[in-house]
């Protein structure tokens, strides 16, 4: 055998896996069964769903009637339904789950006449249903007047683009697209340019008071995105403090969303442009000075190219959480139909879980493209960095520097206006007539929305949450990251681990409706638990999470595997005595980003709570729709300090454990 024949066999020798190789592949497959359980099965079911369309067939069906004098000549549904007009075409185009009254058909029917009833299907694949029996034969039932008004018709199924042709043939349904996506670009312009103003003030300025100003524009993100909408109400409404500022517009419907976008998306866009202009590199600007450039000249040849690529992820970060928003506009929305509440619409309203899972899906499309496209641009921002850059120090500039200050001042009261008008109206007797303080609205036993168990509810969905998803997902992380080999499993699970972020939280919502709430599903006894809240919650939020686990973990050099391979020490010590302890920081960023979340969130659980597990966040919707929306700001606020609490507790964790575990970082 010759030499190149040799190398060639070896190369083709697998080294044999350890225990410690098989144990971390099994918590990996583990863990990505996990998100193919609650991801990947539910949205390709939602998306089957889309695609079954249901329609009562009344050629299928036959009724024979007796009036005393024999049977009558035997007649089709759609004959009877012809003379007595009962259902229109539009009544036979139903959800899956719908029921016909035959009785109906009849316009001369009463339960207390002696008439009997024959009916029969035509078809093998016709269904009726006599109560809660089901009926699938081509035979004869007879029934008395009593007993026929308990006979319905189930619609027959299909497959193809029927929901898809109703749904784009609808004007009001097809405007909504035109809606969000109006709404969503008109945010994301305004959004972005306060938020690069905000950035750059803060990068490029020695203003004061820098720090009380980064804590003011994170406020946002402490709060559910519902607040802002009853903050303007209070301020812009038809009884608003300052109503006429909008010269006769109505807060009620665009005007309204993009105000409050603009402040629940602003903390978003400002992180993204705040990181990439802090990674500017002096030795730009001191060119740009030797050669004698214009300010105005170095900011457009230097500063904006060199933050083009946060511009553009910022850009599409804020899109995404726009179009996909559904407690904003669903509060202040007034009669402008946005994608994600016409989902709600039809699930709740209408109860057409069919043209739910369309709408859905047409909802999918620009978030898929917008987190794509983000993705990208963040692979591309990573490669702008080089070990040779300078980093920039902004030097005093009294005139700019109180240009800036009066720029970030207007948008602290920006921010602290509206969440200010919240408190205020939460303790309110009864605006604007008594305009006295009390704690009236904090009553919430007395009020729709759950009382203070659903506060309690949130409470305990965010810590189950924090716990559960902090563990699996740095778990997973780590095993994706530090594994040998297996390299289309680590593939596979990284594809699996990067979708929540893509998919909005209505979708997931209406996709474990019908993906755990199928009789047929092992695992349906958790719905209308607090258990699926969690598992729905988690997998929301599951990305951020894993991106975080990542970035902590490529910190940590691969010597630390290989010096436990040769002492023989098996994975879990390592992980548990040298990974978690110098990861802790990340580790407690996770369980608040997760936790902070959890309270907040609407979209992702509006769908799946019961009676016993009402949450906060949904109290807010439903008392803002009992026209309760005194209390609906009280309990927007309670979320507010309740995440507030928890970011402090989280600051001095992680200031007492860094200090104490963190210390080999600063010899």
């Not at 024959?118 to 249903?129: A, C, H, I, K, Q």
């Not at 083009?308 to 506009?329: E, K, M, Q």
């Not at 402008?336 to 619409?345: E, F, G, P, R, W």
């Amino acid at each position: 055998m010759s030499s190149a024949e040799a190398s060639v066999s070896l190369e083709r020798i697998k080294p044999k896996l350890s225990r410690d190789d098989w144990l971390m592949r099994g918590f990996m497959a583990l863990i990505g069964l996990y998100l193919v359980v609650t991801l990947a099965l539910p949205l390709y079911v939602m998306m089957s769903k889309s695609f079954s369309t249901y329609l009562f067939d009344l050629g299928g069906f036959a009724f024979q009637v007796d009036k005393g004098d024999g049977w009558g000549a035997e007649k089709t549904a759609a004959e009877l339904n012809e003379q007595a007009g009962a259902f229109s075409p539009e009544d036979l185009r139903v959800s899956g789950d719908a029921r016909l009254p035959v009785a109906k058909l009849f316009s001369d029917f009463s339960f207390r006449a002696k008439t009997k009833y024959r009916v029969r299907s035509l078809t093998p694949d016709g269904v009726m249903l006599f109560g809660s029996e089901r009926i699938a034969d081509t035979d004869w039932h007879e029934y008395s007047s009593n007993d026929f008004r308990r006979v319905n018709l189930r619609p027959s199924k299909s497959t193809g683009f029927g929901n898809y042709l109703r749904y784009f043939s609808t004007p009001s349904l097809f405007y909504s697209i035109y809606n969000s996506l109006f709404i969503a670009a008109i945010s994301t312009m305004i959004t972005v340019s306060i938020a690069f103003g905000l950035a750059y003030a803060m990068t490029r300025s020695a203003m004061r008071f820098k720090g009380f100003f980064r804590l003011v524009v994170m406020v946002p993100i402490l709060v559910p995105s519902l607040l802002p909408g009853i903050a303007l109400v209070y301020l812009f409404g038809n009884q608003g403090v300052i109503k006429g500022l909008l010269m006769g517009n109505s807060i009620y419907g665009p005007i309204g969303i993009v105000i409050g976008s603009v402040f629940f998306t602003l903390p978003h866009a400002y992180i993204i442009i705040q990181t990439a202009l802090s990674i500017a590199d002096a030795r730009l600007y001191e060119a740009a000075v030797s050669l004698r450039a214009s300010p105005w000249k170095t900011f457009w040849t230097v500063t904006i190219p060199g933050a083009r690529y946060g511009l553009i992820s910022a850009a599409f970060v804020v899109f995404n959480l726009v179009i996909t928003d559904f407690g904003l506009p669903k509060v202040i929305g007034g009669q402008y139909n946005v994608l994600a509440v016409d989902i709600y619409k039809q699930v709740i309203g209408q109860q057409n879980f069919e043209m739910g899972a369309v709408v859905s899906v047409v909802l999918l499309i620009p978030a898929l493209i917008a987190f794509t496209v983000d993705r990208i641009v963040q692979r591309k921002q990573v490669a702008l960095l080089t070990a040779r850059s300078v980093a920039l120090e902004a030097k005093p500039n009294r005139r700019f520097d109180r240009v800036c200050l009066v720029y970030c001042g207007l948008v602290a009261v920006f921010i602290l206006g509206l969440l200010g008008m919240c408190q205020f109206a939460a303790l309110i007797k009864f605006w604007p007539y008594d305009l006295s303080l009390s704690l009236t609205n904090y009553n919430f036993d007395v009020m729709d929305g759950g009382g203070w168990a659903s506060y309690w509810n949130s409470i305990q969905l965010a810590c189950w949450t924090a716990v559960i998803g902090t563990a699996v997902i740095f778990t997973g992380a780590y095993m994706v990251e530090k594994m040998n080999g297996f390299g289309t499993g680590r593939g596979i699970f990284q594809l699996l681990a990067m979708m929540p972020m893509a998919i909005p939280g209505m979708v997931l919502g209406l996709a474990y409706i019908f993906f755990f709430n199928n009789p047929n599903n092992p695992l349906g006894f958790i719905y209308a638990t607090l258990a699926i809240l969690v598992i729905c919650t988690v997998t929301h939020f599951y990305t951020v999470g894993h991106l975080t686990a990542l970035t902590a973990l490529k910190q940590m050099d691969g010597e630390f595997e290989s010096v436990s391979a040769s002492l023989k020490q098996p994975v879990w010590k390592l992980f548990s005595r040298i990974t978690v302890p110098v990861c802790l920081p990340a580790i407690l960023d996770i369980s608040i980003y997760i936790f902070v979340n959890a309270m907040t969130t609407v979209s992702a659980v509006v769908f799946l709570y019961s009676p016993d597990t009402t949450l906060a966040s949904v109290a807010v919707l439903n008392m803002d729709d009992a026209g309760d929306i005194a209390p609906a700001a009280a309990m927007g606020m309670m979320i507010f300090y309740t995440n507030a609490i928890a970011r402090l507790i989280h600051l001095a964790l992680s200031r007492g454990i860094t200090a104490r575990t963190q210390a080999w970082r600063t010899r």
